[in-house]
């Protein structure tokens, strides 16, 4: 078998659409390698994407796709993944449509640690819609609706999959792309609900209201503030304030919702056991 | 399920209907009048292989029966008005990326939570015209117990056939009265199942219509086949697309293959004397009342009933046909809302015939005696 991850990729699709200094590529990049390196047949994968500068990412996967409504991506993955628990489901979302619009199914799909594994390529504003603020915007930060600086503050998302029941939580960045692809990895292998969060650049709008206009500006800003999980346990209160934990942040052992539900079906008679 | 009498309630009657068309998958959010329709998938579900998920909300359900059904599942969902508003968003996406599914509106009044939980059969236009953008629709109405059996089966079929979002618009009248039901055998029924592409992988395309005129079989993730559902405008095999001239195609061809389909989606049944002194046109609840008037005329009225059981496609012709084959007969439409389906009637049979509108909209059935009363100031 090719462990290639070409075959996940439309080629004839490229170049991207996204802009230069997108971190978006590198996202599904890494998500390619991770499926060739389990051996996942393209079209035993179903990739569930919604609206916004990553709902766009199933436009280059050579897999299945649901290219749904703003926020529902996890909605359509609940669906598939429930009626079909044998299929690989992976949704992609930026911050806008996995925490914004759609932190409700977010959570009800972490709380049923259904078999999804969610990508967000967290970018820390709406570029498609021109760099509004989101969810996850920082405090005090600026976007083209909050000119005077963010008066809410960001959802830390990892927090909340873990509040929520996630059985595997990992946080990434488009810099430390050996620490994403292994991530995937063990995300796409996990039997419940996962989170992979993906610290992502967009100098075109976050970057250049919030003092990192270039490419390099971002990247070197997510080299700086992304720390091993193993490291950053050791840093000082103040060192942390200033830093996130990447890796795999946490992992809870308990059945996912397919097992679940097939005992209910066993029960009833409706499969064998 | 062999073929049986009971005597049963709609919303169960619904669940039956869904379980002998082949649904396996259902996922909702309870709301009054609904319920039982949950209660009883979630119950009976799990013992035939299926599945129940019970969602976050309508926005949800609506969104995991469009990812069930495309595993290859029939898939289906019910709710009522304040829940079928959040379904829109998703009920356009399964239309544009025409995806088979089944949605059950159990009608309370509304505006907004209205009088929750009493009857109304104010959804009509809602169902037609309420996911945004240029789209058709298509809505069966039960008047009876039998006919949520009836129906609900074959809302699946013509979802299947035309790759189309099918609603049974019943209500709460409907949804909660008891009545004796034959439950055929089920071989009888021969529900239609989803078969593989006549084409290879490589050739499929997946917007398209075969050699009958209707689309080509959907076949299931995790198939040979890939398939790309899409809510953005795209290309026959789901590649998104901004080509004007695609889109152009692509909406026609959507809201071509439900109204070029009006003949035979549209089902009705016409009752009363041969030269009837009014003509009444109704659907759902409202055709119960109007029925009663039929069945047991007042001595000095000779009404007939033309019962709607396809409110859309709108059966334009069968009404046209119904109401000229009576020349000078006057039409009264009496519905529990201030007036939908009457106006399609209006439309069709012209601004020089009467036509008029029975309406009430309290959350109380329409009773025979205020109807009649209505019918004998139009008669006389």
Same mark, same amino acid.
């Given at each position: +078998? ?7 990729? @439309?080629?004839?699709?490229?170049? @991207? ?33 919604? &609206? ?66 969610? &990508? ?7 570029? +498609? ?69 993906? +610290? ?18 971002? +990247? ?14 050791? @840093? ?38 | ?116 939980? #009493? ?104 198939? #040979? ?125 012209? #601004? ?29």
């Amino acid at each position: +078998m090719s462990r290639s991850y070409r075959k996940y990729l @439309l080629h004839d699709k490229f170049p @991207l659409f996204w802009c230069g200094g997108c971190g978006n590529g590198i996202i599904i990049a890494s998500l390619a390698r991770a499926l060739a390196r389990l051996g996942v047949e393209p079209h035993r994968v179903v990739a569930t994407t919604g &609206i916004g500068c990553f709902g766009k990412a199933d436009d280059y996967l050579a897999t299945n796709s649901i290219h749904g409504t703003h926020g529902r991506a996890l909605a359509f993955a609940s669906g598939v993944k429930g009626a079909n628990p044998d299929l690989t489901v992976v949704s992609l979302m930026g911050d806008g449509d996995c925490a914004t619009i759609g932190g409700n199914h977010f959570l009800h799909a972490a709380r049923r640690n259904i078999g999804i594994t969610a &990508i967000v390529s967290n970018n820390l504003n709406y570029g +498609m819609t021109g760099g509004q603020y989101s969810a996850t915007t920082p405090l005090g930060e600026y976007s083209s609706t909050s000119l005077y600086g963010n008066p809410e503050e960001g959802f830390d998302l990892c927090e909340v999959a873990r509040a929520a029941g996630a059985s595997l939580v990992a946080r990434g960045t488009v810099y430390h792309v050996g620490v994403l692809d292994r991530a995937l990895e063990e995300a796409l292998q996990n039997p419940g609900f996962s989170l992979v969060e993906v +610290m992502s650049s967009c100098p075109v709008h976050y970057g250049r209201r919030n003092r990192l206009p270039s490419p390099v500006d971002m +990247m070197n800003h997510w080299k700086t503030r992304g720390v091993p999980i193993s490291r950053f346990a050791k @840093l000082s209160p103040e060192k942390q304030m200033e830093h996130f934990p990447i890796g795999v942040l946490h992992r809870r052992d308990r059945d996912d919702f397919a097992t679940r539900y097939r005992r209910i079906q066993q029960d009833a008679g409706g499969v064998r056991s | 399920m062999s073929a049986q009498r009971s005597f049963v309630q709609g919303n169960e009657a619904v669940v039956e209907g869904a379980l002998a068309a082949g649904a396996r998958y259902f996922a909702g959010y309870p709301i009054t009048p609904s319920s039982e329709i949950a209660e009883m998938a979630a119950r009976k579900l799990p013992g035939v292989g299926g599945v129940y998920m019970q969602m976050e909300d309508e926005i949800a359900s609506m969104a995991a029966i469009i990812g069930a059904s495309l595993t290859g599942k029939k898939s289906f969902t019910a709710t009522s008005g304040p829940g079928l508003s959040l379904m829109l968003e998703n009920l356009g996406m399964a239309i544009m990326a025409e995806v088979p599914c089944v949605i059950v509106d159990v009608q309370r009044s509304g505006p907004s939570t209205g009088l929750a939980t #009493k009857p109304a059969q104010a959804d009509v236009m809602m169902a037609r015209w309420g996911s945004h953008g240029d789209h058709s629709a298509i809505v069966l109405a039960p008047s009876s117990v039998q006919e949520c059996f009836d129906l609900t089966v074959r809302a699946f079929d013509l979802a299947e056939q035309l790759r189309h979002p099918v609603l049974v618009l019943s209500d709460a009248i409907v949804g909660h009265m008891r009545e004796d039901v034959h439950f055929p055998e089920p071989e009888a029924l021969d529900p239609i199942t989803r078969r593989d592409p006549d084409v290879g992988p490589e050739e499929y395309v997946m917007h398209a219509d075969g050699a009958d005129g209707l689309p080509v079989p959907l076949p299931p993730f995790g198939s #040979k086949y890939l398939v790309r559902a899409n809510s953005s405008a795209h290309d026959p095999s789901g590649y998104p697309s901004a080509d004007p001239g695609l889109a152009r195609a692509n909406i026609r061809r959507l809201h071509d293959k439900v109204e070029d389909a009006v003949e035979w989606i549209s089902d009705y049944s016409l009752i009363g004397p041969d030269e009837p002194d009014v003509l009444l046109i109704s659907y759902g609840a409202s055709a119960r009342t109007a029925e009663q008037l039929v069945v047991d005329p007042p001595t000095d009225s000779r009404p007939a009933l033309l019962k709607l059981r396809t409110l859309w496609p709108f059966p334009d012709r069968v009404i046209r046909d119904t109401v000229a084959s009576f020349p000078g007969v006057p039409v009264v439409v009496p519905e529990m809302n201030l007036g939908q389906i009457v106006r399609e009637v209006q439309r069709v049979v012209g #601004k020089e015939h009467p036509c008029y509108g029975y309406h009430r909209s309290d959350g109380q059935p329409i009773e025979p005696g205020e109807l009649h009363r209505f019918v004998e100031d139009v008669v006389t």
